[in-house]
């Protein structure tokens, strides 16, 4: 018996960013930095069934406090798109974003770490 493959499903079996954030590039909120930490509400967790399955994802995972780039490795999204959905379920009352003060995306030892970490998960 083979042992399973490990291909990525055919491209029509994905769904593409652009539908999955319907078409825009920016949240319903002031825009999420990679290494802003999210942890679920209250509210994000008893109400999340109403929700579409990235942004349930999304709040099921923050259970614990994640960075925006953490998220976006262990569901294999997109990091923009994932920045899209946090910052609608930040406006929504269902996330807790701590803004950083300053832009971590800029900065090359930031971005350096958060490579080494999305390395480290898988």
Do not use: K, W
């Amino acid at each position: 018996m083979d042992a399973p493959s490990a291909d990525p499903p055919p491209l029509d079996l994905v769904p593409r960013p652009f539908l999955i954030t319907q078409g825009r590039t920016q949240g319903s909120s002031e825009a999420i930095a990679i290494e802003t930490q999210v942890v679920a509400t209250e509210l994000g967790l008893t109400d999340y069934r109403h929700t579409t399955f990235e942004r349930r994802d999304i709040v099921e995972l923050c259970r614990e406090p994640l960075s925006v780039a953490e998220i976006s490795a262990r569901l294999g999204l997109h990091l923009n798109v994932v920045r899209v959905l946090v910052a609608d379920l930040y406006a929504e009352g269902r996330v807790l974003a701590h803004l950083a003060e300053f832009d971590a995306s800029r900065d090359v030892d930031t971005l350096r770490r958060v490579i080494r970490g999305l390395r480290a998960i898988s």
